[in-house]
């Protein structure tokens, strides 16, 4: 056998050409390296770099696997799939898939997810598609564009999600691959959408066209997006991430209830920094988890926010938990840790130091109006007016998207805004076309005002068209409206929020009145119902609601929510008296009394 002393140079060079790609590709899979197999070591490869430990952006995540292999304990079945073979890698895979019309199973469902598509059986033999459109913002060129995808080549309808985002449904495994690619012609992505990575980065919905706000996210949630986009460490994670930017504006971006939330403060003359709006850096939400982000007491500067934030995903991503799927998430760490320890872990891979500063030393946050994502609102911009579309249940025809779009193009500057409340804004309409848009938006089926209870109507997709839920949500929740509307008169905006399972996407332990979907049974039949949640709220108002009643049939939750809503309104101190302040002062046990 030949010696390497016995190579020729250009065969060395090839040999080293091949073992450095072969044998990445074989570490990285957890094999023996080639170079290994034939005995020659790193001088006799004329320096290339140890095969045996990983190299190159997914380093990272190999460690960490690595690291929990050599404590004794067992990854997840997931993570043994994803050291096995990158999802981002199985493109040829989807393409193959398409055409030959069949849809992913087994270990490729979680794979498929990363590049956007959700194999969503047995609720429907279809895909779903998730996009990424930073800060919800999306031109009307795009939205038009999406609306066709979705009429081609999947139901004809789409739906806004609770992160200010669009899903397109019903897809054939025969159109997947077209509908990546037709959006990617768009401009648009939906790379890393799903599975464990970095889910759309969301920001404040009236950003740039808000008298009250602080800051502009819009560009803060757009550098977010394109870092997250061009960092493959930034995907394979332990689990799900979620980040937001709040710009202090009349809608708020539920930035609390994030992985990542940042909200712009002001802080005033004679102060430890110089005056000015900053960021303040909050840690852990997870509200399904019934935890909110807790403020490390760190103070940022806007260009500050996106290093920091990729600096806390490396941080999760070397110790967030890859034996529970359960235990995966970044409050878990938190909870193990401390904040103030994960915060020094996440300061040690910045190039700056973090200012600690007073939260009390921060001026107040402008008020948030609760409903303020309905109706037409004055600009900044003299003359000006953005107009809040209400969406049943954020569920949009394509006919729809397309009208919509066209109002955009004639009566504003074509931008169409997207909010976590399941509805969209359309902005920068001159003061004189309001009665236009008005009719514009009525010859579609859909309106700009809201009652109290339809204004802050949320629901899930459910059990339609997820596996999870345990009810058909967006059904149930326009049962809920229909049923209270014309019984019960309200004064204070009320939040409704109808999620199919404890994964709560409709954030149920959010709304004032908050339903998680279970089976309820009736005599020998389990039959979809709720087990029904009070008290729930967000910024100045935070708080993760309280079970009141468990097992309510769906049919019977809308006679249920009125007698809580009737009782309340003769308990009420008086007319300014809200509903959750209600709740909030009084036990669980008397306000059941009351509601009876």
């Given at each position: 056998m030949s010696s390497p002393d016995d190579f020729q140079e250009e065969q060395k060079h090839y040999l080293e050409g091949f073992f450095s790609g072969s044998g990445l590709a074989r570490s990285l899979q957890g094999l023996p390296t080639f170079a290994s197999a034939l005995g020659l070591t790193n001088q006799e490869m004329n320096g290339t770099p140890d095969m045996s430990a990983p190299t190159g952006p997914d380093a990272i995540h190999l460690i960490a696997q690595n690291r929990v292999l050599a404590e004794g304990k067992k990854l997840?079945?997931?993570?043994?799939?994803?050291?096995?073979?990158?999802?981002?890698?199985?493109?040829?895979?989807?393409?193959?898939?398409?055409?030959?019309?069949?849809?992913?199973?087994?270990?490729?469902?979680?794979?498929?997810?990363?590049?956007?598509?959700?194999?969503?059986?047995?609720?429907?033999?279809?895909?779903?598609?998730?996009?990424?459109?930073?800060?919800?913002?999306?031109?009307?060129?795009?939205?038009?564009?999406?609306?066709?995808?979705?009429?081609?080549?999947?139901?004809?309808?789409?739906?806004?999600?609770?992160?200010?985002?669009?899903?397109?449904?019903?897809?054939?495994?025969?159109?997947?691959?077209?509908?990546?690619?037709?959006?990617?012609?768009?401009?648009?992505?939906?790379?890393?959408?799903?599975?464990?990575?970095?889910?759309?980065?969301?920001?404040?919905?009236?950003?740039?066209?808000?008298?009250?706000?602080?800051?502009?996210?819009r560009p803060l949630t757009r550098a977010m997006h394109y870092y997250i986009l061009h960092h493959r460490e930034m995907y394979g994670l332990p689990r799900k991430f979620n980040i937001a930017f709040d710009g202090a504006g009349a809608i708020s971006a539920l930035e609390d209830t994030n992985d990542i939330g940042f909200t712009a403060v002001r802080v005033g003359e004679g102060k430890a920094v110089l005056p000015g709006v900053y960021?303040?850096?909050?840690?852990?939400?997870?509200?399904?988890?019934?935890?909110?982000?807790?403020?490390?007491?760190?103070?940022?500067?806007?260009?500050?926010?996106?290093?920091?934030?990729?600096?806390?995903?490396?941080?999760?991503?070397?110790?967030?938990?890859?034996?529970?799927?359960?235990?995966?998430?970044?409050?878990?760490?938190?909870?193990?840790?401390?904040?103030?320890?994960?915060?020094?872990?996440?300061?040690?891979?910045?190039?700056?130091?973090?200012?600690?500063?007073?939260?009390?030393?921060?001026?107040?946050?402008?008020?948030?109006?609760?409903?303020?994502?309905?109706?037409?609102?004055?600009?900044?911009?003299?003359?000006?007016?953005?107009?809040?579309?209400?969406?049943?249940?954020?569920?949009?025809?394509?006919?729809?998207?397309?009208?919509?779009?066209?109002?955009?193009?004639?009566?504003?500057?074509?931008?169409?805004?997207?909010?976590?409340?399941?509805?969209?804004?359309?902005?920068?309409?001159?003061?004189?076309?309001?009665?236009?848009?008005?009719?514009?938006?009525?010859?579609?089926?859909l309106h700009w005002e809201a009652s109290p209870i339809r204004g802050g109507l949320v629901a899930c997709t459910g059990n339609a068209g997820c596996k999870f839920a345990a009810a058909n949500t967006k059904r149930h929740a326009m049962a809920i409206a229909d049923h209270l509307e014309p019984r019960v008169e309200l004064n204070h905006p009320l939040n409704i929020h109808v999620t199919g399972c404890p994964n709560s996407c409709a954030q149920h332990y959010l709304g004032d009145i908050g339903l998680l979907g279970a089976g309820v049974e009736q005599g020998d039949d389990l039959v979809e119902g709720y087990h029904l949640f009070l008290g729930g709220g967000y910024g100045d108002d935070q708080n993760i609601g309280r079970e009141i009643q468990r097992n309510v049939a769906a049919t019977n939750v809308p006679q249920v929510i009125e007698k809580m809503l009737q009782g309340y309104l003769v308990h009420r101190l008086n007319p300014d008296e809200t509903f959750n302040d209600f709740v909030k002062r009084h036990p669980t046990e008397q306000l059941n009394e009351l509601f009876a």
């Open positions: 997840t079945p997931q993570e043994e799939a994803k050291r096995r073979r990158h999802p981002l890698d199985m493109w040829d895979d989807v393409v193959q898939h398409s055409e030959e019309g069949r849809f992913p199973k087994g270990d490729d469902v979680l794979a498929f997810k990363y590049h956007g598509l959700f194999h969503v059986a047995p609720a429907q033999d279809s895909y779903m598609c998730r996009l990424r459109l930073p800060g919800g913002i999306v031109s009307s060129h795009q939205f038009r564009g999406i609306a066709r995808i979705a009429k081609e080549c999947a139901g004809d309808y789409a739906d806004v999600t609770t992160r200010a985002n669009l899903q397109i449904r019903e897809i054939p495994a025969a159109k997947g691959f077209e509908v990546l690619t037709s959006l990617q012609d768009l401009g648009v992505v939906a790379r890393g959408s799903g599975a464990d990575n970095i889910r759309n980065v969301t920001g404040s919905p009236t950003a740039g066209v808000d008298p009250q706000e602080l800051i502009d996210t960021f303040r850096f909050q840690l852990g939400g997870i509200s399904g988890h019934k935890d909110f982000a807790r403020d490390t007491g760190v103070l940022l500067k806007p260009d500050q926010c996106v290093a920091v934030a990729a600096a806390v995903v490396r941080v999760f991503i070397e110790n967030g938990d890859r034996t529970d799927r359960k235990k995966a998430r970044l409050k878990y760490v938190l909870d193990r840790w401390g904040l103030p320890k994960f915060v020094d872990e996440t300061e040690k891979l910045l190039p700056f130091k973090l200012t600690r500063f007073p939260f009390e030393d921060c001026e107040p946050r402008p008020i948030i109006a609760k409903h303020g994502h309905l109706g037409f609102h004055p600009q900044r911009q003299e003359g000006l007016f953005y107009v809040g579309v209400l969406l049943p249940v954020g569920r949009l025809l394509t006919e729809q998207m397309i009208g919509l779009a066209d109002i955009a193009d004639r009566h504003g500057s074509g931008t169409i805004r997207l909010t976590v409340w399941q509805n969209l804004l359309i902005s920068d309409i001159p003061g004189e076309r309001i009665p236009t848009v008005k009719r514009d938006l009525e010859a579609l089926g």
